[in-house]
């Protein structure tokens, strides 16, 4: 029997919601595969009055489900939770009217529970759905002050704009949000301990850095297994468990996958991202409002990011990819006529595949922000992230640095991330770069301020001659 893992805020929400004695309309959403539905599926066990989840835009032969198919399913929900035999609606207004009916006839004071799985899906094209729903909601439920009704969705950004953020008929009217985001290094520690896997910290980060805490993916890990063999079997093998993911993650999220697929594949060339105007020359697509709708999209849901690097005016925004599957898979998989089964383990030791821990590490760091602020004793303080880079030329070397913290309290933290097997050890020629970002960064900054240098490494600095610069070591051990 699976076990719910983490979530114990939004648990908790769910539960109090439960308990308002009023209506409420509740929107939970996330990344597809990050929980929803195991959530709301766990907090309210037993108590649901009906249920519905829309189908995929895009059946398994590639077909479209339109209006009809959406229509008959939501009918065969009703049937199968109850209501008599009648007819298939011929529109989301009758379909939710006949829901309301149902309802009313079996409401015997006690809460009734409505979960609409993946509504996104529900609206599609000249439907008219979120008419009928806003109809269903402002009309009858909201009302009624035992009905609780729970939406969830993977296309973030129509839950946000059509749902959350409506400025029509639903404007104001869910009651709470909750995002579900994947799982951090302690969550992902203790869902593996839930199922029996034994991972040591150092695999369970690299594991973080493939498959990015999705609890979907991190099924799949089985006991007896390392990292490395548990990695080809998901993503490597002949029919591997995730061979056709990442096209289903885009098709099942935009109504436009394979336009979304070519920013995430132009963000995945370069760690730093692009201008937006960069962007719009590269993919041929025009910079206008379309083009902020796409990477409004891919933000929401949580793909990429939009930054201002250290020492730059807004103007000169960059977006960057950060979902882990999305750049491992543009690192290793995609393009490949055939993968080898055993490719991982069999270049585990490999320079591309170390360069590449390098890096990731890196996002994995940037993913844990606030563990990173804890160990500095500074989670209360309130701060600025972001990174630096310097492009070199033909008389100066390029710079980058990984994580510039800016404090309120005068403190600059320029953080390095090394990921290795053992204590690391700083040599001459990396005090010496270490000493020059320090000085590069002091020179933008404030005279009030300070730069305080902290290495961030998987067990620890080997103290020599040249380890000084460091004020701060922060760990593996201080992620989890």
Known sequence: MAILTGRKKELEELKRLYCSGKSELVAVYGRRRVGKTFLVDEAYKGLIT????????????GKANMLADQLQHFYQSLILQGMKKSHRPDSWLEAFFMLEQWLQQIDNGSRQVIFIDELP??????????????????SWACHRDNVLVVVCGSATSWIKDKLINNHGGLYGRVTWEIKLSPFNLEESEQFFKSRGVRLSRYDIAQCNMILGGIPYYLQYIQSGMSLAQNIDKILFAHNALLEQEYDRLFSSIFNNPDEMKRIIGLLAERRGGYTRKEISEKVGTDNNGYLSTILNSLIASDFIIKYIPFGTNGRNSHYKLIDPYCIFYH????DKVQLNNEFWLSNIASPKISSWRGYAFEELCLRHICKIKSALGISGVSTSESAFVVKG???????QIDLIIERKDGIVNMCEMKFYNSDYTVTKAYERKIVERYNLVTGLISKKSCVNPVLITTFGLDSNE?????????T?????
């Open 331 to 334: 690192k290793f998989i995609k």
């Open 466 to 474: 040249y380890s000084s610069p460091f004020q701060n070591v922060i």
């Open 50 to 61: 009906f249920r519905h989840a829309g189908l995929s835009p895009v059946d398994e032969r």
């Open 121 to 138: 899906w529900l609206d599609t094209p000249r439907s008219k759905f979120l008419t009928a729903f806003e109809s269903f909601w402002n």
């Open 393 to 399: 030329n033909d008389d100066t070397e390029g710079s």
């Open 476 to 480: 593996l051990d201080d992620l989890f």
